[in-house]
């Protein structure tokens, strides 16, 4: 093994660099219309007449579509968990609109201009009806509900407990409630979503290029919506301009493939910022109510909660931000008992979705500053308080109360390392300086879990039944007849570097160097091996992809070294693959190159070993072995390895102004065996100003009637290079014993513990002014109200 | 609709098309003159993805109308990247990992192009604050000061 684990510079760059990738806007199908949707102003309003006649007539219009088409020509899309009562959901609104953004009528023309301009031309009249924006109220009994059918807001409540809470609440010396908040915020991938869609009346066959990060489930999605079967179906993804969980609605592939149909042309449809930022999807905010059961010595014995998921208009990936919290809700520590109330909540606003460590910074934020106010309670060191509670080495692996396996990983050395390479102590003293002096300095800490890979048959848990199970990809490893090789994966990377990475690994088993490896970009079902669970999505990558694509190059390796055995009249086990060839171990010379092996294979098959077939190309799919169906006591691993993170920051919160400066920001984590350094070290920064962003910018604020506040990038701030400091990053490698080359996850870490590290510092620094960070994100305005109010802090 | 004729250059060829008042520069780049080089991140003047060199200077090209650029230079990524191989921020852009999904870095190659330009050994604050208009969602940022900063240095001395 030479190149695993190597800062090998990334294969795509020298295309994404120059301006040759091919994002989807940049993919040009002759004769294709551009699409645009007209959407609802109302957030939450019936329908009451759709006129479009007037729309059709604009010079250049090709097709229009309306929630009426939808029902005439497709099936409704299924979410991605079962909600108790069906509740048809089509591509268009029917009838009602559950969120301002909702898409209710569609415009195939020439261009996206002229789109646009027939929007302005259909006529919608909408009866308003109450829009229900907080989740507490939207649960409550007499609330407006956005499907009469099911009777309630409420998607899913239930409480799940582990050990003896009562008791240990009972044995407790102290308890500590306290309600948190987190905000609506996302990752806003600088490429938009969107999608091309083909249709071929002679094969009724789809093409679909997208940039949808989920293709396995979004083809099964499809098929059924329009009603063909898988085969007739296919999706290429070409580069990915980010995705963060964020790329995915099914419902635009619809709008465009019925379009298409209609039109005869292929269609493409774009989101513009504005429909990015307002529709497409937001991470969960919620309501945590966290009851945390101590002894005096800092012991947490055990943990309540009750967490409200804020659904949105959320129909296309419902209740797992609950799901999701549940194996690792007691987060790095040695917490016995856990009892877990659950309220998943339509409202009408955007739906809520997967974004960057979906629910674990919620989960984060409430357990990382529940422990900050515990410390404060006890006056112990908050440091100190975190390693009295961790999970140790020695206890590896070890099963939380719900079920997770943490599988590796040294918790208290990694909050050790941080501690040492912030200069903890130092930093205390600077604080004491500054406070001296009048300024507001102050230092957070906040330590993780960082888990990968989800197991389906958690949905169990929710729907009493199982689906579909398990965390796998499935990969594709070709020697071609020049003896070139190519690989391919069912996974489509979004700026992880995946072309590089597989590279790497296939060049480790084959003898080769990356450059040798040509990976395909993307993904193509009609060429990339799949499964349904394939995407790019959960972190999984080194989970179950790496997997995959070992199996499938130590598969082509094998049948190389018995070709090689066969030609040379030697044992396989006395050969091995190198500089590109297949030679005798200790006889310098006696090799055949790969190129040769692979003539033999392809052309000249009359020189294969007998009974070999021929070819040199293998497909292999691996499943994590860690995914089990749910266990008894309704515990369950939901997701499957662990990866953990320690963050220290320090701030400086200017008294005039209410802006936090974040000074200085120490991520120490560790994934496991890195693949490769450059790129992992690449996602702990970009993972982590993206959790500095949700502490401190960004919010996607609703006002009463559900109209969206912060809807461009003029007030949905960003986090630009001015706004963060340098990302100091160190490491510690404990390999999973669970993963093919003991990688853990890696690119949802930094987004995790930020938000509540930098939220610790914060209340830190204004610890003189008796205030308490229980929300998201601290705006100067806030901090500006705290300091000249402290009574009214909240 | 009314059509305007504009003639400009871009990436040193001369260009005459008749186009839509209504069309941006951005537009005219990507639809007319198929440069997807550069990419389009908001269409309202903040993210910066779409940042090109008109006459030198970097702009918006998603706040500019191709008719209000008659006669001027542009400059893409295309026209930054040399034949022979990657330009020097280009080279260490990749060695340093500034990139990840790859959709800002046109418009971070230009707005670098212009500083260099101008500050030939650019300390990090100036660096920060010379791409502060620039978004990326995936690096933070700290590689993509590193590799405009081993860009600097290279091309001081060649």
Partial sequence: MTWVGAPVPRKEDVRLTTGRGLYLDDVARPGALHAAMLRSPHAHARIVALETAEAARLPGVHAVLTGADAVAASRPIRPLIPTPVPLPDWCLAVDRVRFAGEPVAAVAAVDRATAEDALERIRVEYEPLPAVVDPEAALAPGSPLLYPELGTNVLWHDILAYGDVAGAFARADGVLRERFEIQRYASTPLETFGAIAEYDTGLDAYTFWTNDQRPGLTLAILAESLAVPQSQLRLITPDIGGAFGNKRRPAYLLVCALLARRSGCPVKYLEDRLENLGALMHACNGVMDVELAYRTDGTVLALRVRDVADEGKNLVSPMQHNLIKLGNIVNGYRIGAVSYEAYSVLTTKCPSGANRGIGKPFMCFAVERAMALLARRLQLDPAELRLRNYVRADEMPYTTPPGAQYDSGDYPATLRRALERFDYRGARETQARARAEGRLLGIGIATSVEPAGTNLASYELITGRRAASGSAEAAMVRVEPDGGVRAALGDPASGQGYETVVAQIVADELGLTPADVHVERGFDSSTTPWLYLSGNYSNKFSVTDVGAVLGAARAVRDKLLRIAAHRLEVAVEDLELADAEARVRGAPGRGLPIRELARTAYADVLGLPPGEPPGLEARHAHQNPLAKPVGAGRTVRSQLVFSNAAHCCLVEVDRRTGQVRLLKHVVVHDCGRELNPLIVEGMVHGSTVHGIGAALLEEFRYDATGQLLTATFMDYLKPTALDVPDIEVDRLEHPSPFTPLGAKGVGEGGSIPAPAAVANAVEDALAAHGVTVRSLPITPERVWRWLGAPKEAR | ?158
């Avoid at chain 2, 780049?29 to 440069?35: A, G, H, K, N, S």
């Avoid at chain 2, 990840?100 to 920060?128: K, N, S, V, W």
């Fill in chain 2, 1 to 158: 609709m009314n059509d305007v004729l504009v003639r400009l250059t871009v990436n040193g060829r001369a260009v005459e098309r008749t186009v839509p008042a209504r069309r941006s520069l951005a537009d005219l780049l990507r639809e007319d003159l198929r440069l997807t080089g550069t990419h389009v991140g908001c269409e309202h003047g903040v993210c910066g993805a779409c940042t090109v060199l008109v006459d030198g200077r970097t702009a918006r090209s998603c706040l500019l109308f191709a008719g209000q650029l008659d006669g001027a230079q542009i400059t893409t990524v295309e026209g930054l990247t040399p034949a022979d191989g990657p330009s020097a921020l280009q080279a260490a852009f990749r060695e340093c990992h500034a990139l990840q999904c790859g959709f800002c870095t046109a418009g971070l190659l230009a707005t670098a192009h212009e500083l260099l330009a101008e500050t030939a050994a650019p300390t990090r604050e100036e660096i920060r604050e010379a791409i502060a208009g620039n978004l990326c969602m995936c690096t933070g940022y700290v590689n993509i000061v590193r590799a405009i900063e081993l860009a600097a240095g290279r091309m001081r001395r060649p």
